[in-house]
């Protein structure tokens, strides 16, 4: 059997599965944007310094001390000042004109390129971006080259990316329990109108799902339900009242031929052969009057009139009426019937008397009917708290396992109970029916070649 998966728990799935995703694409399309922003924020301020070193080589005569001193200025109040140089076109260093000697910067070096060339340098575990800007002050060619680091950016950028990491377990878990809460509001109506289908059987089929006035699929589903039950409820009546009236039909001819069967056995000299065909017919008509009151007491319940009358009844007597009509027929058969209570006070429940003993009846009848000679079969009383319980047990052929999910159904028997025992596979039917309209709780154990055992359980009630 394919195991149902709850549509709240993949409702949640999905949910959580598109936030996180949402949140991931998001994540890096704002990651690849820090780091493009970062890095383009840096190229703007080397262009700016670079700009800024243009204009005052221009107001001033290159070389000249004046102008040395300026640059040396304006080195020391821009931030990273000394990664700002400037070059003729053949590489000699023109500015800063005292070069630190334990600079070991790779500061570029050979002919000033004719393009503005960004580049990064790796220097003492430190990244670097440069730029080298070629300029022209009158008539002559220099470079001024700018430098910049990148570890600020880069210590950024990873902050940026492991917030992100931890980030995202937090939401999973958050829009998990978002997406449930939301799943199992969204879905209570479904819940509801599940609740509402299980009560409906085929006793009650006048019953109707209640009206959710939503406007949406589920008010459609519901409406499209209720109308499918009330044309289940037209044609289980019309079948319902096909079965009684044929059922009442039938019963005068069959009750004819009984009766005329009957007087020719008591009454006309037969020879053998023929008074053993009446005998025939009788046990015919007997089995079909049964056949038909049992279909009978199925459309009363079809048609939800149980036509009973409940009332204080005690268990006990019950029980003790049906051991001793059963008793001669297990007899005969050289069975072991036995009756065990746990207390001799009466046991009371709510219930009607004729459809009880009719319940138990069955039951019993169909243990003696598979139940070996020399068998035993015991009834067995027990009570505790505000339940009583009776078990029905038998060492007979016993019901297979899979079979037991059927046994209750209309018509259904056995194979190996066909050729054992007559019926029509109508009593166990009955039997739960008078069961569940008594409130009990039938319900039955078995292995094959061992036994079975048939428990019903019902709510006491006091006897004052």
């Known amino acids: 059997m394919k195991r149902r998966s709850s549509i709240s728990l993949r409702l949640t799935v999905w949910f959580s599965t598109a936030f996180v995703l949402g949140f991931l694409v998001f994540g890096v399309a704002m990651y690849l ?3 493009y922003s970062l890095a383009a924020g840096r190229d703007k301020t080397l262009l700016h310094r670079a700009n800024r070193a243009v204009t005052l080589l221009t107001n001033c005569h290159v070389g000249s001390p004046l102008c040395v001193q300026r640059f040396d200025d304006f080195a020391a109040a821009t931030p990273e000042g000394n990664l700002i140089h400037v070059f003729d076109v053949d ?5 800063p004109v005292v070069q630190d000697p334990s600079d070991t910067f790779p500061w570029p070096s050979g002919v000033t390129p ?13 990244i670097f971006r440069m730029l080298s800007e070629p300029v022209t002050i009158g008539t002559v060619h220099y470079r001024i080259v700018v430098g910049g680091q990148l570890n600020d950016n880069r210590v950024l950028v990873n902050q940026f990316k492991h917030g992100l990491l931890w980030t995202a377990p937090i939401l999973l878990i958050f829009s998990a329990a978002i997406g449930f809460f939301l799943s199992t509001r969204a879905l209570r109506p479904v819940a509801r109108l599940i609740a509402s289908v299980r009560l409906i059987s085929i006793g009650n089929l006048s019953r109707r799902l209640p009206a959710l006035h939503s406007g949406d699929e589920l008010e459609a589903l519901t409406e499209t339900c209720n109308e499918m039950l009330a044309r289940l409820e037209t044609a289980v009546g019309q079948i319902t009242r096909f079965t009684a009236d044929a059922s009442h039909e039938l019963r005068s001819p069959i009750s004819y031929i009984y009766t005329q069967s009957e007087y020719a056995l008591k009454n006309l000299p037969l ?28 459309a009363r319940c079809d048609s939800g009139h149980s036509g009973m009358t409940f009332t204080r009844t005690n268990l006990k007597g019950i029980l003790d009426d049906v051991y001793l009509r059963a008793a001669p027929l297990a007899k005969s058969k050289q069975q072991s019937l036995t009756l065990e209570v746990d207390r001799h006070e009466p046991t009371w429940i709510m219930g009607d008397p004729p459809s009880l003993r009719r319940l138990f009846w069955i039951l019993l009848d169909n243990a003696i009917k598979y139940t070996p000679i020399d068998g035993e079969i015991s009834i067995r009383l027990r009570t505790g708290g505000s339940e009583a ?42 039997a739960k029916w008078i069961s569940d309209i008594h409130r009990g709780d039938l319900s039955v154990k078995s292995s094959e070649n061992i036994g079975s055992i048939f428990q019903i359980s019902f709510g006491t009630t006091n006897a004052g």
């Open 271 to 298: 020879e053998e052969e023929s008074a053993e065909c009446f005998s025939q017919i009788l046990r015919e008509c007997e089995e079909a009057t049964a056949l038909l009151n049992d279909m009978l007491t199925l």
């Open 114 to 126: 004719q393009d503005r060339l960004f580049s990064k340098v790796k220097y003492q575990n430190a």
């Open 33 to 35: 944007e820090l780091s």
């Open 389 to 430: 319980c009776v078990d029905i047990k038998d060492n007979g052929i016993g019901i297979p396992q899979d079979a037991l999910s059927n046994i209750f159904g209309r018509f259904y028997r056995v194979d190996r109970a066909r050729t054992l025992a007559e019926g029509s596979g109508l009593g166990l039917s009955i």
């Open 91 to 95: 590489g000699k260093r023109l500015y």
